[in-house]
């Protein structure tokens, strides 16, 4: 990374501080803080607010930060918490985070302005401008090749859907021994026809950061500093894997689900685009609101009113060029979560409106206090991003809850696993790809929901009664295997 690149993020950025809402917004914040309730709440139990110091000790959450957009700017923007136990630093405005898979829409960004600028075809074979590595040529690509549009809406039939990332001080492979699988991962291949079925994939966007270096003639990270995050006056973010040693002391180390420093204190991403984004809420809400005044027909840095609406349209499902869109009462939103070792985060924002929020945490267990912060945040400010969900529980009949244990496999690609167990009444559902354990209670015979986040699975049976496969959220059928 160059002397100029990391000077860019050093060097440009507000005065360090754990808050920077005014002495009005302040009121706001607390009202949110302190006014915390489950996203599930089940028939005939009465629940008390909580307040968000509270829930972070409840659910080992060392710290989280967070940005709310209305009216075209950031209204307030707080640090909650604990960056790092052994230096004992607090989260605050400016601490670094990692973005996870945040860090894709973001890349994306990147890919627009190339083919803006008439350097790519969004449409064209990948192969064409890859000079590096090249998609390995089978069947599927054959008949269909990849392109720059797939990759971005995970069409590509490539496989990986995500990295573990590296311990620092380990050996960190280059973008091209990751797609050849001679890191800690599998080789990333096609192994579906491209364009046929949505698939998420990290390795595609490994493959998209690739070329995108190989087409600029510099370095990922630098390209994107230089043509994206500069412009976008994002001087908190960096693509930059390893992180400088000059940025240490504003980032936060990561935690598990238990509130424990991880060993070399967070991972190494090399898979930048994918995963590798270290960047803060307020820079993040800088990012969405230049797309909102973009798709409103005013440019901001390298984003165009043309580029803002190529990116926010609906290709596959619910994904656009980069981020996901979710038609909502109020108007389409664009989101995207994101995961690494030890952070958890999300943004939301409407596409149309000039409101959003974006959260950000250091560690494994967020999800709980994700799920209420953001019904608190969407409550107060009147939003329909996420509402809470009364729902009444009812017992299985034995013979069905003990016939809807076992393991149970994507249709699409079996790679994908859930594995479903009983205690008591409830059902503990295990995300085999994610290692994320979701606990369930039935409130149908057919439909169990997840006492967190709300989200509904659907039993399906054959003829005989026997139960062949389960569907998550409507969308994704997991065959018993």
């Known amino acids: 990374?160059?002397?100029?690149?990391?000077?860019?993020?050093?060097?440009?950025?507000?005065?360090?501080?754990?808050?920077?809402?005014?002495?009005?917004?302040?009121?706001?914040?607390?009202?949110?803080?302190?006014?915390?309730?489950?996203?599930?709440?089940?028939?005939?139990?009465?629940?008390?607010?909580?307040?968000?110091?509270?829930?972070?000790?409840?659910?080992?959450?060392?710290?989280?930060?967070?940005?709310?957009?209305?009216?075209?700017?950031?209204?307030?923007?707080?640090?909650?918490?604990?960056?790092?136990?052994?230096?004992?630093?607090?989260?605050?405005?400016?601490?670094?985070?990692?973005?996870?898979?945040?860090?894709?829409?973001?890349?994306?960004?990147?890919?627009?302005?190339?083919?803006?600028?008439?350097?790519?075809?969004?449409?064209?074979?990948?192969?064409?401008?890859?000079?590096?590595?090249?998609?390995?040529?089978?069947?599927?690509?054959?008949?269909?090749p990849v392109t720059l549009r797939q990759l971005m809406t995970h069409t590509s039939g490539l496989t990986q859907h995500g990295f573990p990332?590296?311990?620092?001080?380990?050996?960190?492979?280059?973008?091209?021994?990751?797609?050849?699988?001679?890191?800690?991962?599998?080789?990333?291949?096609?192994?579906?026809?491209?364009?046929?079925?949505?698939?998420?994939?990290?390795?595609?966007?490994?493959?998209?950061?690739?070329?995108?270096?190989?087409?600029?003639?510099?370095?990922?990270?630098?390209?994107?500093?230089?043509?994206?995050?500069?412009?976008?006056?994002?001087?908190?973010?960096?693509?930059?894997?390893?992180?400088?040693?000059?940025?240490?002391?504003?980032?936060?180390?990561?935690?598990?689900?238990k509130g424990e420093q991880v060993e070399g204190d967070w991972h190494v991403y090399p898979e930048q685009a994918a995963a590798g984004l270290w960047t803060t809420p307020v820079d993040l809400a800088k990012y969405i609101m230049a797309v909102q005044q973009a798709y409103a027909g005013n440019t901001v840095g390298p984003i165009t009113p043309e580029l803002a609406k190529q990116m926010l349209e609906v290709h596959h499902d619910v994904w656009g060029l980069g981020p996901e869109l979710e038609q909502r009462e109020q108007g389409l939103v664009f989101t995207h979560g994101g995961k690494n070792k030890g952070f958890s985060n999300r943004f939301e924002a409407f596409v149309e409106k000039d409101e959003g929020m974006v959260l950000m945490s250091n560690g494994d267990s967020a999800s709980t206090v994700f799920g209420e912060l953001r019904i608190a945040i969407s409550e107060h400010y009147g939003w329909n991003f996420i509402r809470s969900k009364k729902i009444t529980a009812i017992t299985l009949p034995e013979a069905r809850a003990k016939q809807l244990e076992g393991l149970y496999a994507y249709e699409k690609d079996h790679q994908f696993k859930m594995k479903i167990t009983r205690e008591g009444t409830r059902f503990n559902v295990l995300d085999m790809a994610r290692d994320n354990l979701m606990a369930f209670v039935a409130t149908e015979e057919d439909t169990l929901i997840e006492l967190e986040g709300g989200a509904d699975v659907t039993i399906e049976t054959n003829d005989k009664g026997e139960i062949t496969a389960v569907i998550w959220r409507g969308l994704y059928r997991f065959e018993r295997i």
Request: aromatic share 8%.
């Open 1 to 144: 990374m160059s002397k100029l690149l990391y000077c860019a993020i050093f060097c440009s950025s507000l005065l360090s501080q754990t808050s920077f809402a005014t002495d009005s917004a302040q009121h706001q914040v607390q009202q949110v803080a302190q006014n915390l309730l489950p996203r599930v709440q089940l028939e005939g139990q009465k629940y008390q607010p909580v307040d968000l110091q509270t829930r972070l000790q409840e659910t080992h959450l060392p710290g989280l930060s967070l940005a709310v957009i209305k009216d075209g700017k950031v209204v307030w923007a707080e640090g909650f918490g604990i960056a790092d136990k052994k230096q004992n630093r607090k989260v605050t405005t400016e601490t670094l985070f990692q973005a996870g898979s945040i860090s894709k829409p973001v890349a994306a960004l990147a890919v627009l302005k190339l083919a803006q600028d008439g350097k790519v075809d969004l449409d064209a074979d990948v192969n064409q401008y890859l000079t590096s590595w090249k998609v390995p040529t089978n069947e599927f690509t054959k008949a269909n």
């Open 165 to 257: 990332g590296y311990v620092r001080g380990s050996k960190i492979p280059t973008d091209v021994e990751v797609l050849m699988g001679k890191g800690n991962t599998d080789l990333v291949t096609v192994d579906t026809l491209p364009g046929k079925a949505w698939r998420y994939s990290g390795g595609g966007y490994t493959v998209m950061e690739l070329l995108v270096a190989d087409v600029t003639k510099m370095p990922f990270e630098e390209y994107v500093q230089q043509a994206i995050l500069t412009p976008l006056g994002m001087h908190n973010s960096t693509y930059a894997q390893p992180l400088p040693k000059t940025l240490w002391s504003k980032a936060s180390a990561a935690f598990d689900d």
